[in-house]
């Protein structure tokens, strides 16, 4: 088993980062560079979080050898050593051979900061830019980075000037790629612990509420209103964009040099507006002629930025609309079936997308029931309870963890424990659960914020490249400080646990802190007791109650203004629910009717085309008989015979035209009509 549970775990993250990509994500429509860059980011961070625990338990094992290696020296002194038999020292599952750890997590490490503090910044300034071309939007990432990088450059340059210029400082390249690292960890340190003081309340609270069904439906309500708002502020935008993008394709004509810039814009607008536009470009007029002042090419760089913002917020604002009304509904009926005797779930609405068959073979309508009505609330109980526990060991851990003797950290308590009998399968239990519960914490809420609408990650595939971008950058940031704190609260790591033992792959790539120790003996252990300040305020929501002073809606029970969302949003929801009754209802209407005449329209049809073939049956048999010039054939008479047949047949409202003679319309022939007539039934019943 020697690196086969590195190797599963490797190739485990990856399919893991490319499903949640997948989610947030569109691989069809969003550029290859942008979803490698994302993927690669998010793969990295999550194989940290899954690796770290087998580094831990190798470490252990390797700390044990190195005791009974120096057990027999020792046994000569005048103390009784307490170093473990060779027997105790046994391999474990897992255990990763000496010299890849280094390798593995250096490789890791400096591609993720690669990443984040280089190549995604850079990509972001691309993927926003309107440029028509590729050189065009290097230089506008350029300009744009010109200030971010040119800021390290300064600040990284004071400082080799000043260890230059003062003969105490002696650095080396070790002691340099240190303090860069110290410098990145502090940075992430700084935000991990406003982040993980927001998810160790907020994550159980969402569990917690989640039981309760009234809550739930509020507050579906009140994001009913929110989005509606933002929905039509999208489709007004969009209008707005769309409008400009009409005059400019007006202005400049076929054989303008910046035609193919406008051709460019018009792709990127959805196909009603194309269609449209396309319409009025059938002219050709010469530019040189006219003294009309044509748009500059930077302005049609602006516009097309514009252009694709307004088109990804819309299609976001529609898909997302469509969400929220399947969540209401299912609510509301959740709420109807509560009170059901035969313990049946009953959908008001069916499921648009078809079901798998296994998951209907189990899923039952009876164990739906007692699932959403019974067992689901329960569970979601136990589920935050659990949780709450867990938020409250990692705040006492994190403001306790500096001391060693006693050791009061639950963690470092905990690990210790099973070091001592070298239960190597508890240890990386432990330790994963530990990490993946503050990497939850964490991650969790860089998917929750949103920073207006530049930074927004959005499931069903609606999250556009700058923010796909972000959290890349955001996770790779995080992750090394959040390892770094995690061995903080074990004790793995030497700089917390002043001993000499063996630190860490992970620990010894970082480097030792001493080279900076006002950031290893003061920052990076008293700064993460801010956490407790950070989980009070989110516990009493002032966050939410300071947005909501500053005009941005919040839910907030106790608010007049949430009260009133609340109530909009309702009647929205309702509205939408008898909207789609009537369609539903339509359909069914319609579907009896062509089951109930379906079989008469047949037979009539039958018996038309049996008319026709006995009557050229007929006229064959008789071509050698002559005809009178005058003589009336019986056409009028078939004629009138298959109208009378026909009009047995109901009148079909879904036709898209009605015609006064059917014979004449299967002829095709055109017939006149009036504006009216010329209607289908949704557009006469739309209003209805």
């Not at 998010?42 to 831990?56: G, H, K, R, S």
């Not at 290097?138 to 400082?159: H, Q």
């Not at 390892?483 to 700089?495: I, Q, V, W």
Request: aromatic fraction near 14%.
């Amino acid at each position: 088993m020697s690196g086969a549970a590195l190797g599963l775990e490797i190739v485990f993250v990856f399919f893991l980062a490319l499903f949640l990509l997948h989610r947030y994500g569109d691989f069809k429509k969003q550029h290859r560079l942008v979803i490698i860059a994302t993927l690669l980011a998010w793969y990295l961070c999550f194989l940290i979080v899954f690796i770290l625990p087998l580094d831990v338990s190798t470490t252990i094992y390797n700390r044990c050898k190195l005791a009974v290696n120096s057990s027999p020296a020792e046994s000569n002194s005048s103390f009784v050593t307490l170093a473990p038999s060779k027997q105790q020292c046994f391999k474990p599952w897992s255990y990763i051979p000496n010299g890849i750890m280094p390798i593995f997590w250096r490789v890791v490490y400096w591609t993720s900061q690669f990443l984040t503090w280089i190549l995604l910044p850079f990509m972001q300034s691309y993927a926003r830019s309107g440029g028509f071309s590729i050189t065009g939007k290097i230089k506008t990432a350029l300009i744009e980075n010109a200030i971010y990088y040119g800021t390290y450059l300064l600040i990284f340059g004071a400082f080799l000037i000043y260890v230059a210029v003062n003969p105490k400082f002696n650095l080396q390249w070790n002691q340099l790629q240190t303090i860069g690292i110290a410098a990145a960890n502090t940075w992430g340190l700084f935000l991990l612990v406003l982040l993980l003081g927001y998810g160790l309340v907020e994550i159980p609270r969402s569990h917690w509420n989640g039981a309760k069904r009234g809550y739930l439906l509020m507050k579906t309500y009140f994001k009913a209103a929110k989005l509606m708002t933002e929905k039509a502020d999208a489709e007004e935008n969009l209008e707005d964009i769309m409008e400009e993008v009409r005059k400019v394709s007006e202005s400049i004509k076929y054989n303008h040099p910046l035609r193919k810039c406008v051709d460019t814009i018009l792709k990127k607008c959805p196909t009603e507006y194309q269609e449209r536009m396309g319409r009025n470009m059938d002219d050709y007029e010469d530019f040189d002629e006219r003294q009309n002042s044509y748009p500059s090419e930077k302005s049609l760089v602006k516009l097309h930025k514009q252009v694709i913002y307004s088109v990804q917020r819309h299609r976001r604002t529609q898909v997302q609309w469509q969400i929220l009304l399947e969540q209401a509904f299912y609510l509301e009926d959740v709420a109807k079936n509560e009170t059901s005797a035969t313990r049946q779930f009953v959908h008001t609405f069916q499921s648009q997308e078809p079901e798998n068959k296994i998951i209907q073979y189990f899923y039952t309508p009876t164990v739906e029931w007692y699932w959403e009505c019974l067992l689901r609330p329960w569970f979601y109980r136990v589920l935050a309870v659990v949780l709450a526990t867990f938020s409250v060991i990692v705040v006492w851990s994190e403001c306790t963890f500096f001391s060693t003797r006693p050791v009061l950290s639950l963690f470092a308590v905990f690990i210790q424990l099973a070091e001592k009998t070298y239960n190597y399968i508890y240890i990386e239990m432990a330790c994963f659960l530990t990490i993946f519960f503050l990497s939850i914490c964490v991650y969790s809420t860089v998917f929750r914020i949103r920073v207006f609408n530049y930074y927004y990650l959005a499931s069903h595939h609606q999250t556009d490249a700058y923010s796909l971008l972000f959290s890349g950058m955001l996770f790779c940031r995080l992750t090394p400080p959040l390892c770094l704190n995690f061995l903080g609260l074990t004790h793995m790591d030497a700089t917390i646990s002043h001993t000499d033992a063996q630190p860490t792959a992970y620990t010894s790539i970082m480097g030792s802190m001493k080279v900076l120790s006002f950031i290893a003996d003061g920052f990076y252990i008293y700064y993460p007791m801010l956490v407790v300040i950070l989980c009070i305020a989110t516990y009493f929501s002032l966050g939410t109650r300071c947005l909501n002073l500053l005009g941005f809606q919040q839910f907030m029970g106790d608010s007049e203004m949430t009260s009133d969302l609340i109530d909009e949003g309702k009647e929205l929801i309702r509205r939408e629910k008898r909207r789609r009754q009537r369609q539903e209802e339509g359909e069914n209407r319609r579907r009896e009717w062509k089951e109930r005449y379906g079989n008469r329209e047949d037979s009539t049809r039958n018996r038309v085309v049996h008319t026709e073939q006995k009557e050229s049956s007929f006229s064959e048999t008789n071509t050698n008989r002559p005809l009178s010039k005058y003589t009336r054939t019986n056409g009028r008479t078939e004629r009138d015979r298959i109208e009378l047949l026909q009009d047995a047949e109901p009148l079909d409202f879904n036709a898209d035209s009605i015609n006064d003679d059917p014979l004449e319309s299967d002829s095709g022939r055109y017939q006149p009509g009036g504006r009216y007539l010329s209607m289908s039934r949704s557009r006469i019943f739309e209003d209805v």
